[in-house]
């Protein structure tokens, strides 16, 4: 079969990652929803630390690892087989080093037996999760990035049916935990009867000499990785401190929505990460810039119907599907709505800078915004309550992607910052006009009216509004050409081939 192209394998990557995304953030998003109304307020606050502390656990455990791996693959395919067996060792090793110190320090944490057995649960859910990023690596790798869809789409299948059941049979926050830990081992199983059967079965090998090596180009990238990830974490751990279980409950509820998009948009990225490499590796300055130019509007841009819907459904989402109890979280759902577009476009910029191993830069812009964050959530929490960390969170991303934005600047990879800016808030600021005009929420027909009115003012302003550029216009248009001729129907009498 012919190799893809470059272009034609951005695109079929891309659509795997939205179509997966899409499909598995629906179902992700339906569960969110189940566990949030069968739980009490409280508990959930509860269960909303415990999912951190499993989170954690996982950057904790990959540190970068996995995204180095798949820089290593990419860069030397002929060695894969013996890349793998050697990283597959230093994997096992870290999972068994890391479920002994995860049990000393839950001990140490949580102050009973039943937080203890939960976080415990929780644990595995991070280990397994780690487990499966070495496997994904090979396919990441391979640019076979449907398997990566599948992958998503099968976790949240079988996370759903685990809190259904547990519903039903009133579980509470013990059968929520069991079925995070059972749905990443099914996972795990997923990625290994794949990589197993696509490219080949190995052992384990046991090679220090590699594993020191995977360490020192995964430590830079780990670090920013794992304080980025950290930062999404560390604003429920402040309130915990700083608040009750019941005010946790509240902010996570709207919280882990959003939360839960970066993953969405971290399958977005991934698809790109194995071409930057390539390009990088090749000195192909001017094909590394254009990937990143297209992909940075592209991502950015791809946030912002997700922002407006976020905004103007808003008090709907919270009051019909959180629930009554949440009908005071509508303004942190409205304000981290806003977040959408820095949420896609932040997912990209770890793959940029690992690409071009300039990952002490992002590390360090990294932890200057999560001080600014926890300084910003530290100081308002205290007076205006749970609102003060949604501040935080909109401050300290802003600033972030700048930074990062001017440190590749610095590099010499240019983005028109002033296009993107005007071509974002004025699609936002546009969709949410028409939506309100229209006055979407108060039926079906006025919402899928103003759903429509609006998409369409978004896609006339990219357009009219020059923020495609001539070559992104041009192409959009032959696609749509192409689309018209293969559904043009042949005229009476003509010959059929």
Known sequence: MKPLGQGRRLVKNGLSGILGSGVGGLIQFATLFMIIRALPVEDFGHFSNLLSFGLIVQYIADFGLSSVLVKELSARPTEELALRGKAQGLVWLISGVLLVGSSVTIFCLYPTWVLRGQALLMTFMGVAFFQCAGYTAVVRAREDMEWNAYGHVVHKLVLMGGVVLSIHLAGGVWGIAGAHALAGL??????????????????????????????RRSLPLGSGLFVRQFAWQVDIFLLTALTTPYIVG???????????????AQVLAIPIFPMLSRLSAAGD????????????????????????????????????????????????????????????????FPFVFAALDRQLTFVLISLVGLALRVGVAAALVPTVGFIGA?????????????????????????????????GVIGGLVAMIGVMQLAGVGQSWLQSCGGIAAASGVLLAWLWWGRILDADERDGIRKIMQRVLRRGRKPEPGALQP
């Not at 109890?325 to 997912?347: C, Q």
Request: charge should be positive; hydrophobic fraction near 55%; include cysteine.
């Open 186 to 215: 099914v996972l795990l199983f997923f990625y290994v009867a794949v990589v197993c059967r696509r490219y080949g079965l190995v052992s384990a090998t046991w090679d220090p000499s590699y594993w020191v090596h995977l360490f």
């Open 250 to 264: 509240l902010f996570s509820a709207p919280y882990r929505i959003f939360a839960a998009c970066l993953l969405l």
């Open 285 to 348: 300055r001017a094909g590394f810039e254009r990937v990143y130019q297209r992909s940075i509007k592209f991502l950015l841009l791809f946030g912002v119907p997700a922002a407006a819907l976020g905004w103007c459904f808003s008090s709907l989402i919270v009051n019909r599907m959180l629930g009554s109890a949440y009908a005071e979280t509508t303004d942190v759902f409205r304000l981290l709505s806003l977040i959408f577009p820095l949420i896609f476009a932040g997912a990209l």
């Open 390 to 422: 949604c501040y935080g969170v909109l401050i300290s991303e802003t600033v972030v992607i700048g930074l990062w934005m001017e440190a590749l600047r610095r590099q010499g990879l240019r983005v028109e910052v002033g296009r993107l800016i005007i």
